[in-house]
T-cell receptor
Framework: DAGVIQSPRHEVTEMGQEVTLRCKPI?????LFWYRQTMMRGLELLIY????????DSGMPEDRFSAKMPNASFSTLKIQPSEPRDSAVYFC????????????FGPGTRLTVT | EDQVTQSPEALRLQEGESSSLNCSYTVSGLRGLFWYRQDPGKGPEFLFT???AGEEKEKERLKATLTKKESFLHITAPKPEDSATYLC??????????FGSGTQLTVLP
């Protein structure tokens, strides 16, 4: 199994630009999570989906952030417009059915907004 | 407010020098306490899950234990390849994980 796949691995963009991060979960997993990790705040849950449906987006910082999961094998996290404080590593994770604690993380996308 | 606090923030050990990492929690209705390992430049990797006080889990040189207020990750005779950041997390009522800030472990050869 290829594991969780994220792209791009690194993204550098200017303030005000739109950024789209992509995630392909492990086949057969039915829950998908988006996290943000920074030195100051650690690992924070942004949003999670169960069976492609958003369950809890209370961790999404503000309206500039949006996430979609159009099918079981693909999800996007979009930031529009981006700001320097959005600079972080963004992780996607997926889990097998009924084992939400056993999260399989992707390699992350390191986002730098200048 | 549910909280998970890890200590120490960083720990340096000589190879073979056993020690313990601490994760204390103030969670109403703990559904589970979990340990993950994170290597630099990678996502966290699941290690253990603990559900009830007194429970223990082992994997190679690692043993996780749980009491009513805290969990310990014991590392016996560590090797340099055990160097990583160790994260603990709890599962809340909404089936989400809340992670602690982690302990960065360095094992020197």
């Amino acid at each position: 199994d290829a594991g969780v796949i994220q792209s791009p691995r690194h993204e550098v963009t200017e303030m005000g630009q739109e950024v789209t991060l992509r995630c392909k979960p492990i086949s057969g997993h039915n829950s998908l999570f988006w996290y943000r990790q920074t030195m100051m705040r650690g690992l924070e849950l942004l949003i999670y989906f169960n069976n492609n449906v958003p369950i809890d987006d209370s961790g999404m910082p503000e309206d500039r952030f949006s996430a979609k999961m159009p099918n079981a094998s693909f999800s996007t996290l979009k930031i529009q417009p981006s700001e320097p404080r959005d600079s972080a590593v963004y992780f996607c994770a997926s889990t097998p059915r009924d084992r939400t604690y056993e999260q399989y993380f992707g390699p992350g996308t390191r986002l730098t907004v200048t | 407010e549910d909280q998970v606090t890890q200590s120490p923030e960083a720990l340096r050990l000589q190879e073979g020098e056993s020690s313990s990492l601490n994760c204390s929690y103030t969670v109403s209705g703990l559904r589970g306490l979990f340990w993950y390992r994170q290597d630099p430049g990678k996502g966290p990797e699941f290690l253990f899950t603990l559900y009830s006080a007194g429970e223990e889990k082992e994997k190679e040189r690692l043993k996780a234990t749980l009491t009513k207020k805290e969990s310990f990750l014991h590392i016996t005779a560590p090797k340099p390849e055990d160097s990583a950041t160790y994260l603990c997390a709890h599962e809340g009522s909404a089936r989400q994980l809340t992670f602690g800030s982690g302990t960065q472990l360095t094992v020197l050869p």
